[in-house]
């Protein structure tokens, strides 16, 4: 019987029963803390066979403390917090679950547009409060949408806008234009994008600064952002001093720098609670979803534990 370490919190946790799957195909699952602090969970490495990672850092450390570790799902799509070259060196396959969580954050995404462009939060805590006047929207099929980064999510979120009858720009450097046009999009440069959406969606992989306070000062002005993706993607102290001067209508993001830690966020001040919309990275979180996450990593597991290729190989 393999061990099987599950750290993420919704593992598990949708319609699918996971943990059975794993009983019936010879495999237990034992719990660990999401954090992933090495003290905590050292003592659970130990005898993993498989670990399935939650957001938190898998390092070298985490993967001497684990002598019998044979492979790394993790939970979800982005590998930035896995040290795949300290994985490679000892022999440990690495997988993800590529376009599992597609359709419920580019839902989400979507959601947050219409938020944002209809000050529906602002509006239910001014309600609450006995203020029913009415602040001005704007429809979302009238605006021209630039999505940043045209991936499974960014092209789930085309297809979504397409009811409404948005005028959708897309900027990727990896996908050609004709691509990009195929999937209902017109090609734009970055630059281009933000001199010229009404609202920017942000579906581009962490690791890099796409919005500071250089490409805020060309950006349209009056234009909403939504970032549904990583915090590091934008300036947010740049992002606050944009919405209170008026170059920016709105923001709305499904996460903040330090994540659940956020509390300090510049955009959490309460004078901007009007313009800023923050959910608290529950974008893929939908039964769905956490089956698609669930089924994928453990599926992948049980079959390197079986001596068996993974179908979701994570290459660096």
């Known amino acids: 019987m393999g061990v099987i370490l599950a750290t993420s919190r919704s593992f598990s946790d949708g319609d699918i029963d996971l943990v059975s799957r794993a009983e019936a195909a010879g495999h237990r699952i034992v719990r660990g803390p999401a954090h992933h602090e090495l003290a905590d969970l050292a003592p659970l490495l130990a005898s993993a066979d498989a670990w399935i990672a939650g957001t938190g850092r898998v390092t070298a450390a985490?993967?001497?403390?684990?002598?019998?570790l044979r492979v790394i799902a993790r939970y979800g799509v982005g590998t930035e917090a896995v040290d795949l070259a300290a994985a490679a060196e000892r022999g440990i396959p690495v997988t993800n679950t590529p376009g599992a969580n597609a359709d419920a954050v580019a839902d989400h995404a979507v959601g947050l547009m219409l938020a944002a462009l209809r000050s529906i939060p602002d509006g239910d805590r001014r309600v609450r409060q006995g203020d029913w006047s009415v602040r001005r929207g704007r429809e979302l099929g009238a605006a021209t949408v630039g999505i940043v980064g045209f991936g499974r999510i960014g092209q789930g979120v085309a297809r979504r806008l397409g009811g409404f009858g948005s005028r959708i720009l897309a900027a990727d450097p990896f996908l050609p234009a004709d691509r990009i046009r195929h999937a209902g999009a017109e090609p734009a440069d970055?630059?281009?994008?933000?001199?010229?959406?009404?609202?920017?969606?942000?579906?581009?992989?962490?690791?890099?600064r796409l919005l500071d306070g250089s490409r805020l000062d060309g950006i349209r002005p009056g234009a909403i952002v939504v970032n549904t993706a990583r915090p590091d993607l934008v300036d947010e102290t740049a992002l606050a001093v944009a919405l209170r001067d008026g170059r920016l209508a709105g923001y709305a993001a499904d996460t903040l720098d330090g994540d659940t830690a956020a509390s300090a966020s510049p955009l959490l001040a309460e004078d901007l609670a009007d313009r800023v919309i923050v959910t608290p990275h529950l974008g893929a979180q939908t039964t769905q979803a956490v089956d698609n996450m669930g089924?994928?990593?453990?599926?992948?597991v049980?079959?390197?534990?079986?001596?068996?290729a993974p179908a979701y190989p994570v290459t660096r």
């Open 295 to 300: 089924s994928m990593s453990l599926d992948d």
């Open 62 to 68: 985490h993967m001497d403390a684990a002598p019998g």
């Open 190 to 208: 970055l630059d281009e994008l933000f001199r010229s959406a009404d609202l920017i969606t942000l579906h581009a992989p962490g690791g890099q």
């Open 302 to 308: 049980i079959a390197v534990l079986a001596g068996r």
